[in-house]
Each structure stands twice: as structure tokens, then as C-alpha cells.
T-cell receptor, first 114, second 112 residues
Framework: ETGVTQSPTHLIKTRGQQVTLRCSSQ?????VSWYQQALGQGPQFIFQ???????GRGNFPPRFSGLQFPNYSSELNVNALELDDSALYLC?????????????FGPGTRLTVL | GQQVMQIPQYQHVQEGEDFTTYCNSS?????IQWYKQRPGGHPVFLIQ?????EVKKQKRLTFQFGEAKKNSSLHITATQTTDVGTYFC????????????FGKGTKLSVKP
């Protein structure tokens, strides 16, 4: 196990609603990245947080936003949910330093948008 | 946008047969990583390759990074049922600040 935890495990929302997903990073890791994994696809990079600031963003609209807290835990917020937002959302922590490499993934949150 | 292409999408093998998955990028990668995701699980880091032409081995797994740092492969010798899962490559463009781009993965099934 990586020591990265995510909550909740599963979530069902309806179109237009807002959702907040949470992640606790592995001890000693100050960089957290969020990925969206649609069924049968590879993880797609959403954004990365380092020292409480966004440090890199993938091709996702502004309704995807995040936070990182002083204890390095992180939140992913998605506003105005769309059906295509249904996916597994993975949080990954990595060792100190932005852009550093090995990603330690959490178990993910399965989001279903109806 | 930058992409990392991975083939094949699926591979079915008999236990004991070999398996290879290939990863290609149109642009030079600063490094490439490989992950394994078991059914219902999350990606687990296997290895990172950084140097041009690098070859690394982990027991029955052999990883290669191309001379031009645009392609990579993972080869499994004598597959076992425990090898079942989806194997992803993930490449980083643009140095240490680049985003990690995952391929779509190769799903391996092993028939006992």
C-alpha cells in the first residue's frame, strides 16, 4: 500500500451538482497530483499542487479546481457536473519537489454522474 | 496536444508465453515510467527510465527506452496468471516541469 488515502470511495451525483473529493498524501510527500481515469482509458492529468499552489494543469476546464492544505492533503472540486465527468478520480503524491516523478496513487474515488 | 501512444490495446496469452507492450511519443521524452493496474485497483509504479537506450530488468520484466527517447517497451518473459492487469506507460515532456502523460494502456489476460 502507498499510504495515500482518498474519500469517499464512491459517489453518485446528478448533472449540475458540485462535488468535493479528498486526498491525504503519503507521509513526507508535499506534491499531490489529480488524475481522471475514464473506463478503459489511461489516467489523464488534471493538475498538480506543490506547497499549496497549483503547479501545472492539464486540459481541463476551470470548473475543475483544487486546494492543497498545509499538511499537504488536497481537495478536488468539480462544479456544474456533466455526464462525462463520470470516472475514477485518482490522487497521487510524490516526493518533495515539483515535477518529481514516481507517482504513488491512492485507491481512487469512483464518481457517477446521472 | 502531446500524446503517448501505446499498443496493443489488448493481449491474450497462454500462461508461459511472452508478452510485449510498446509505447511511442512524437516528441522526445525526458523520462518514461511504467505502471501496472490490477482489475479494480489503482496504478502501481513499476519503473522509471531516464537515459537514452536504457534497459532495466525486474525478474521476468524487461524495460527499454529508445535511443531517441521517443519510444519504450515492456517485455514479460514466461507470463504467469499474476501478471494479469493493464500496463501503462507514462511519459514526461519538457523536462522535470512537464506533465506526466499516460498511454491508454495494454490490458493483459493470461489463460492458465
Amino acid at each position: 500500500e502507498t499510504g495515500v488515502t482518498q474519500s469517499p470511495t464512491h459517489l453518485i451525483k446528478t448533472r449540475g451538482q458540485q462535488v468535493t473529493l479528498r486526498c491525504s498524501s503519503q507521509s513526507g510527500h508535499n506534491t499531490v497530483s489529480w488524475y481522471q481515469q475514464a473506463l478503459g482509458q489511461g489516467p489523464q492529468f488534471i493538475f498538480q499542487y506543490y506547497r499549496e499552489e497549483e503547479n501545472g494543469r492539464g486540459n481541463f476546464p476551470p470548473r475543475f479546481s483544487g486546494l492543497q492544505f498545509p499538511n499537504y492533503s488536497s481537495e478536488l472540486n468539480v462544479n456544474a457536473l456533466e455526464l462525462d465527468d463520470s470516472a475514477l478520480y485518482l490522487c497521487a503524491s510524490s516526493a518533495p519537489g515539483p515535477g518529481t516523478d514516481t507517482q504513488y496513487f491512492g485507491p481512487g474515488t469512483r464518481l457517477t454522474v446521472l | 496536444g502531446q500524446q503517448v501512444m501505446q499498443i496493443p490495446q489488448y493481449q491474450h496469452v497462454q500462461e508461459g508465453e511472452d508478452f510485449t507492450t510498446y509505447c511511442n511519443s512524437s516528441t522526445t521524452l525526458s523520462n518514461i515510467q511504467w505502471y501496472k493496474q490490477r482489475p479494480g485497483g489503482h496504478p502501481v509504479f513499476l519503473i522509471q527510465l531516464v537515459k537514452s537506450g536504457e534497459v532495466k530488468k525486474q525478474k521476468r520484466l524487461t524495460f527499454q527506452f529508445g535511443e531517441a527517447k521517443k519510444n519504450s517497451s515492456l517485455h514479460i518473459t514466461a507470463t504467469q496468471t499474476t501478471d494479469v492487469g493493464t500496463y501503462f506507460c507514462a511519459g514526461r515532456h519538457g523536462g522535470s516541469q512537464g506533465n506526466l502523460i499516460f498511454g491508454k494502456g495494454t490490458k493483459l489476460s493470461v489463460k492458465p
